[in-house]
T-cell receptor, first 116, second 112 residues
Framework: SAVISQKPSRDICQRGTSLTIQCQVDSQVTMMFWYRQQPGQSLTLIAT?????????ESGFVIDKFPISRPNLTFSTLTVSNMSPEDSSIYLC?????????????FGPGTRLTVL | KQEVTQIPAALSVPEGENLVLNCSFT??????LQWFRQDPGKGLTSLLLIQSSQREQTSGRLNASLDKSSGRSTLYIAASQPGDSATYLC???????????FGPGTRLSVLP
């Protein structure tokens, strides 16, 4: 299993500023992901954080808006840049642990972001 | 592109009832499928993972089944309790190392 922590747990930010969210896993994992959950909605994948290379973004998400770092196998950051009220969401870090078909996905507690 | 639906969208039951939550997915070529619960304002907790070669998995009062050929999974909750109140999400995965695709969830409320 994997235990995932995120910082900050919540923040209130002004329009036009940026926020960096940190994600720490208690063990080395192959895959790390960042999701967004808008109010009342299910989870949408933003990107896969690749260790040592650029993240892989899903359609509708771009690196300039959501730069991601993953310097090692246990840590990743997501930055929400030039924020607008539409970016108000819960941002969730996730990691896959296990081998083969027992590959299980674990989630952090989320970062609740409110943009004024 | 994988699409996942969950029925019902919301469910309210008295304590003690047995429940069935349904999940359907359009692409049956899945690697495994995971059921999660999410409490309001919180992250996701993994409940059960079913490998594509398996028919069902059990954990305590929870039993998840998988019919890959028809693109369906069900989560059975026995003797429901108020503490089971949460949103339940179904998520199939296409290949090892890839992300899960999430359904919209079933919001469950178990009344004392």
């Amino acid at each position: 299993s994997a235990v995932i922590s995120q910082k900050p747990s919540r923040d209130i930010c002004q329009r036009g500023t940026s926020l960096t969210i940190q994600c720490q896993v208690d063990s080395q994992v192959t895959m790390m992901f960042w999701y967004r959950q808008q109010p009342g909605q299910s989870l949408t994948l933003i990107a896969t954080a690749n260790q040592g290379s650029e993240a892989t973004y899903e359609s509708g998400f771009v690196i300039d808006k959501f730069p991601i770092s993953r310097p090692n196998l246990t840590f990743s950051t997501l930055t929400v840049s030039n924020m607008s009220p539409e970016d108000s969401s819960i941002y969730l870090c996730s990691a896959s642990a296990g081998r083969g078909m027992t590959d299980t996905q674990y989630f952090g507690p989320g970062t609740r972001l409110t943009v004024l | 592109k994988q699409e996942v639906t969950q029925i019902p969208a919301a469910l309210s039951v008295p304590e003690g009832e047995n429940l069935v939550l349904n999940c359907s997915f359009t692409d049956s070529a899945i690697y495994n499928l995971q059921w999660f619960r999410q409490d309001p304002g919180k992250g996701l907790t993994s409940l059960l993972l079913i490998q594509s070669s398996q028919r069902e998995q059990t954990s305590g009062r929870l039993n998840a089944s998988l019919d890959k050929s028809s693109g369906r999974s069900t989560l059975y909750i026995a003797a429901s309790q108020p503490g089971d109140s949460a949103t339940y999400l179904c998520a199939p995965k296409r290949n090892y190392g890839q992300n899960f695709v999430f359904g919209p969830g079933t919001r469950l409320s178990v009344l004392p």
